[in-house]
């Protein structure tokens, strides 16, 4: 893993955003690189999915500057993020049941060939995408979703993310409803997804996860981004402490900054 | 877990032996996905229980009324099933049928309008009363069950208006009436009949082709013999037994043929089905229906899916509308109402489409609609009162909910759903 000094694929500065009185994200810079899997930590309430929620275009920001490969950009919609190559894996998968692995990779972007569905081509990069993601788990494409484990269906939600050559892969909390062994498969899919030059966000509440598979962490606390670290700087102590108290020794809020974070922070919710 | 088939390794795979294909079915069945099962099982005793007590049943006469009888509710019903898929129903599809069948009436007898020119009128009549059924349920946000609950009222006085109180509008344009009473000419049966195995077979092995020269799993040669077979024998039978004459005096009047109806069937089930299988406005039906969130994150406008399937509900209400008024030769108050909506909800909960969204086909409406005409008929020919008819027919319904209620709940035990 390459070190932070590169180029970074897209750049937060200044982010700003309230929902009516309660600020929930304040003066936020983020940044995540290619190849690498930057985690997003907080604890609840700090922000960590408003700040998804912005980048993705589903929440407008109050102020703030996004640089997308260098060139500054707003992203005014979902529309706009996914064209920029930036996809987002849901905590709630977001899948159909009643369709098979193909349709849902596919849905709402299917290929046609004169109006009708062009399912062989369809069906082969659906299973092309899983080859290269080596995954080794569902017996056929076509099947049903509904048939699928907690583990298989986040690998679809995962492939799904890949298929369209995106550029950065934001996973909110993937592992939350995973046994040991499906959290491990989903895990090494996070990494060889970083591996292939992607930009990965993982967004995540346990620590195993962050250190197993992150190359940096970004803490947020009570909407502030009180740290960005390269994983190998930091010990599991340190980052429980920013994110429960937003510091740590020297990383974090300065001493004085935190008490008056702390003060005017209830009503977080976000 | 084995592994997945790549397009590398896939150059060695051939079809799976008809052994696995025959396993997969049973072990779908018996985890709750019974699909059509319960429906034809249903035609063979249906038909086995009626032949045996009252032999005029299986006569080509009562086999030919048979299919212009249940012709309306399967149209209708054929609708229903999109709407259905998405998880709403539509309460006020056998009333639409009325008063676009009143429309159509009055297009012919007061304005003299062409034959194609009321059909248009009816059609069109559907398609907008779709649209504003659709934009309420969608748009609006009333629960489709309480949206067209008072458009099931509210059209009941539509029809009454519209035929000026108790009044029968009868109608005398012949091509109209020919849709549900005539047939088609013994040799034009024939050719149809070969025309549409040769397609489908051809449909069937074109698609094998494919997907063989890409390497990817395809059904095995022999089960599409055998569904071809199937077909080939099943379509032929009937094409042979509805071609003999069934006058009882021939001399003076000859009846035979297939009632026009069934091509029309046929022609409406290939396309319906096509759309919800083949394109992508289908699959979008199926994916708002299986997960409405999913389907909108996917990007789906969901509210234009919504709004579309009751459109084609009520325009395909419409087409019922226009058989029904056919086949009776006029419209009254009672055109599409009493049980023609639950006969067709009917007719598609027993074809195996689910009340809860995201399963059901065009076919289901097709068998479901058989078996709820040939209990109507049957029944009616062992001298059951109508009152003991609607009984059955209102069990068979729940019957068929709770195959379907508990079908979901087997799905979920062995972890299908």
Known sequence: ?270 | MTALRTPADATGVEAAPLSSYVNGYWSRVRGGEMGALPAILGLIVLCTVFSIVRPAFLTAGNFANLLPQGAAVTVIAMGLVFVLLLGEIDLSAGYTSGVCAAILALALSDYDLPWYLAILAALVTGTVVGFVLGSLVAKVGIPSFVVTLAAFLAFQGVVLLLIKGGTIISIQDPVILAIGNKNVPPVLGWVLFALGVGAYAAVQLLRIRGRQRRGLTHDPLSLVLIRVGALAVLGGWAVYVLNQERSRNPAIVSLKGVPIVVPIIVALLVILTFVLKRTGYGLHIYAVGGNREAARRAGINTDRIRISAFVVCSTMAAVGGIIAASRANSVDANTGGSNVLLYAVGAAVIGGTSLFGGKGRILDAVLGGAVVAVIDNGMGLMGFSSGVRFIVTGSVLLLAAGVDALSRRRAATAGLR
């Open chain 1, 1 to 270: 893993m390459n070190g932070t000094d590169q180029r970074p694929l897209l750049e937060l500065r200044g982010l700003y955003k309230s929902f009516g009185a309660v600020q929930v994200l304040h003066d936020v810079d983020f940044s995540i690189n290619p190849g690498q899997v930057t985690a997003l930590v907080g604890d609840n309430g700090a922000g960590k999915s408003t700040l998804v929620k912005c980048i993705s275009g589903i929440y407008s920001h109050d102020s703030g500057e996004f640089r997308f490969e260098g060139r500054p950009i707003t992203i005014h919609g979902p529309r706009d993020a996914a064209d920029l190559g930036i996809e987002i894996v849901y905590q709630d998968l977001a899948l159909c049941d009643n369709l098979d692995i193909v349709q849902n990779m596919f849905l709402g972007r299917e290929r046609r060939r004169n109006a009708v569905l062009d399912d062989p081509t369809m069906e082969q990069m659906a299973a092309e995408t899983l080859a290269s993601l080596a995954v080794r788990t569902v017996k056929s494409v076509r099947q049903q979703v509904a048939s699928l484990s907690g583990g298989q269906r986040q690998t679809v939600a995962i492939a799904k993310a890949v298929l369209w050559n995106s550029k950065v892969v934001i996973l909110d909390e993937p592992t939350a409803a995973l046994g040991v062994a499906q959290t491990a498969q989903v895990l090494e899919l996070v990494r060889r997804l970083a591996d292939n030059g992607l930009a990965v966000v993982l967004i995540s509440h346990n620590m195993n996860d962050v250190f197993a598979v992150s190359d940096r962490i970004a803490a947020l606390y009570l909407g502030r981004m009180v740290a960005q670290v390269k994983a190998t700087d930091v010990t599991h102590g340190q980052i429980v402490e920013l994110i429960t108290a937003g510091r740590s020794g020297d990383l974090g809020l300065p001493p004085q900054a935190e008490a008056a974070v702390a003060m005017d922070a209830n009503g977080v919710d976000q």
